[in-house]
């Protein structure tokens, strides 16, 4: 039986990113469902992440900003996949445009600028190991006058739905790691603290990276409970260098405002996080690069037939970040996925 189709975004693309982790963050594996019952097809899409980044922290308290740094960062994904089995194997391939403007503190100097181009490519496969439909009601068929039928019965779709999947990926080292020899860079002495630093900057890590997470998702009529986590293992990169492995989760509840004949509209209050340790340089811990983040906020889901697409608005509540940092206001989450 087809469930309408809607968006989920889910596992993080791991793209060498700012101190908040979850800016790399911007790639999301679509939960679809084969339109017309089809074994195998083909999907596309692309997805945005914007987060801003304008509020310095030691060691999570707020402070002042007299340098005005921050990072406006934005992560473009351009995805293809293949869904295989009714949609129960998917491979996913995901390609990253990163531009990123910033101000900072550079010695006692303010240094402007932008950096854009290529990240790290990720290729993931994900696998339904459970999927459960109950509850349907059915449509009598309807015979003419002389006793011929002219609409065979037909099944509604399920009014129960409950899917589990897991997802494991590799992140290739594609992207641009020149920004990470500034860690040779000594500090300046007497010169202001830098809440952005070369880790920030960096397109890539020069390492390959693992992905391995778990889904699910309950749906009960136009109610449904989405949640995700994911679990990023990072390798040794380039000039000695080496990002945190981290945990990122997601989920909340959401209601279907529209549902009819494969189109649906929902809304959903997420909920999402994510914590890492610190990063490594010359095998010693960068303590200006551990975090563990709260954020709230709503998302919109919608499903057109073989289009689907959402957006979504992260607020922060809690932002625990080490020593000094400059972390996220907002961030603010787009994409659509088309099946061919």
């Known amino acids: 039986m087809k469930i309408s189709p809607y968006l989920l975004p889910l596992l993080s693309l791991s793209i060498a990113a700012p101190a908040l982790a979850c800016d790399f963050c911007g790639c999301y594996t679509p939960s679809l469902r084969v339109v017309d019952e089809k074994s195998f097809s083909l999907y596309g899409g692309a997805a945005e992440q914007f987060t801003h980044f304008g509020t310095e922290r030691l060691n999570g308290v707020k402070q002042p900003n007299p340098a005005g740094e921050y990072i406006d960062s934005s992560i473009t994904q351009f995805v293809v996949g293949a869904s295989f089995f009714h949609d129960r194997v998917a491979v996913q391939l995901s390609v990253p445009y990163i531009y990123r403007a910033f101000q900072r503190q550079l010695g006692f100097d303010i240094d402007r600028g932008h950096v854009d181009g290529l990240g790290d490519l990720t290729l993931t496969t994900n ?182 697409g959402e957006v979504s608005v992260d607020l922060p509540v809690i932002m625990n970040a080490t020593s000094f940092q400059t972390t996220a206001d907002y961030r603010i989450r787009a994409g659509f996925t088309v099946q061919f």
């Open 127 to 308: 696998v339904t190991v459970f999927r459960k439909e109950a509850l349907f009601h059915e449509e009598a068929a309807s015979y003419s006058k002389d006793g011929k039928q002219v609409m065979p019965a037909r099944r509604g779709e399920p009014d129960f739905s409950a899917t589990v999947s897991l997802t494991a990926g590799i992140k290739f080292p594609t992207g641009d790691s020149d920004r990470l020899k500034e860690n040779y860079r000594p500090d300046v002495e007497g010169a202001p603290d830098s809440g952005i630093g070369p880790h920030d900057l960096a397109l890539g890590s020069g390492s390959v990276d693992g992905i391995f997470g778990i889904q699910a998702e309950l749906r009960y009529k136009a109610l449904f409970l989405q949640a995700e986590l994911e679990y990023s293992v990072r390798g040794y990169g380039d000039f000695q260098f080496r990002y945190a492995n981290e945990l990122a989760w997601s989920g909340g509840p959401g209601v279907y405002l529209y549902r009819k004949n494969g189109k649906s509209l929902g809304v959903q209050c997420v909920v999402a996080g994510e914590t890492k340790g610190y990063d490594r340089f010359q095998g010693v811990p960068d303590p200006d690069s551990g975090v563990t983040a709260l954020y709230v906020g709503p998302r919109i889901v919608a499903s057109f037939g073989r289009i689907n």
